[in-house]
């Protein structure tokens, strides 16, 4: 089984400072991860997946599959990063469907 | 096309009704999936299809849950005799696969609030 997880469910920091969204997954096959987030009274949307290799919005995210963690890093936060953010995985052997972690709310404080 | 597009946007039901939800996902859109989300919870797979074939549901779906998506555009949740535990926020999401990787882009509507009385 797929399994997400992200430990925190609330990270505060101030504008300019760096900010990591901790995920770990357990799945003994090769996955694929992506980070999705939701603005305030906005839909959930893809910010980036790993296969990409891609930045977005200043976000970089690396797998570890030996630590099986996809981890979120920003090195200066801004106030418009305040979001819900949540890691998922998938894989072709988990027949496609993504298992998604409990999130974890962003605040930038000014 | 302004994206998923999901009816009701809310829907207050009293226990043991039962309710039906739409999704319009992006028209050349060849993948439909169902999340269900409670609060303080990430989305939680619930069924997906590739065009009109249902290919996946979750063993977490009991059997008063039934999914449609009769010509492969939209497609139909309804829960019958529906519970308290059902309340929850119901997400559409599509895309459009090609080939076997797992990695497309899943875009998701604003979904549908139930509140079960």
């Known amino acids: 089984a797929q399994r997400v997880t992200q430990p925190e469910k609330l990270l505060s920091v101030f504008k300019g400072a760096p900010v990591e969204l901790k995920c770990n997954y357990s799945?003994?096959?090769?996955?694929?991860l992506f980070w999705y987030v939701q603005y305030s009274r906005q839909r959930l949307q893809l910010l980036l997946r790993?296969?990409s290799r891609e930045s977005i919005k200043g976000f970089t995210a690396d797998l570890n599959k030996g630590e099986t963690s996809f981890h979120l890093k920003k090195p200066f936060a801004q106030e418009e990063d305040s979001a819900m953010y949540y890691c998922?995985?998938?894989?072709?052997?988990?027949?496609?469907?993504?298992?998604f972690g409990g999130g974890t709310r962003v605040l930038v404080k000014p | 096309d302004t994206g998923v597009s999901q009816n009701p946007r809310h829907k207050i039901t009293k226990r043991g009704q039962n309710v039906t939800f739409r999704c319009d996902p992006i028209?050349?859109?060849?993948?439909l999936y169902w999340y269900r989300q409670t609060l303080g919870q990430g989305p939680e797979f619930l069924t997906y299809f590739q065009n009109e074939a249902q290919l996946e549901k979750s063993r977490l779906l009991s059997d008063r849950f039934s999914a449609e998506r009769p010509k492969g555009s939209f497609s139909t949740l309804e829960i019958q005799r529906t519970e308290q535990g059902d309340s929850a926020m119901y997400l559409c999401?599509?895309?459009?696969?090609?080939?076997?990787?797992?990695?497309?882009?899943?875009?998701f509507g604003s979904g549908t609030q139930l509140s079960v009385l």
């Open positions: 028209s050349e859109h060849n993948r």
């Open positions: 799945y003994s096959g090769s996955p694929e």
């Open positions: 999401a599509s895309s459009f696969r090609a080939g076997g990787t797992p990695n497309e882009k899943l875009f």
């Open positions: 790993h296969i």
């Open positions: 998922a995985l998938t894989s072709k052997a988990a027949g496609n469907k993504l298992t």
